[in-house]
């Protein structure tokens, strides 16, 4: 397993991600609800490490 370059670039609800290859995708969080444009999941952050995902795939 090798090192892996990630970046993230916060404007207000608007998050860039990049990675080695630049660009990778971008996300909208508002609150504890997020939306990321490449995998088009829904997360919502819960109390403590836990947090709950609905895949693009399940939502079908």
């Known amino acids: 397993m090798g090192i892996v370059y990630r970046s993230r670039k916060k404007i207000g609800p608007l998050v860039l991600n990049f990675t080695e290859n630049g660009y990778s995708s971008w996300s909208l969080k508002i609150g504890r ?28």
Request: glycine share 4%.
């Open 33 to 60: 609800w997020s939306w990321n444009s490449k995998t088009r999941a829904h997360r919502v952050d819960l109390p403590g490490p836990l947090s709950w995902k609905q895949d693009k795939s399940r939502s079908r």
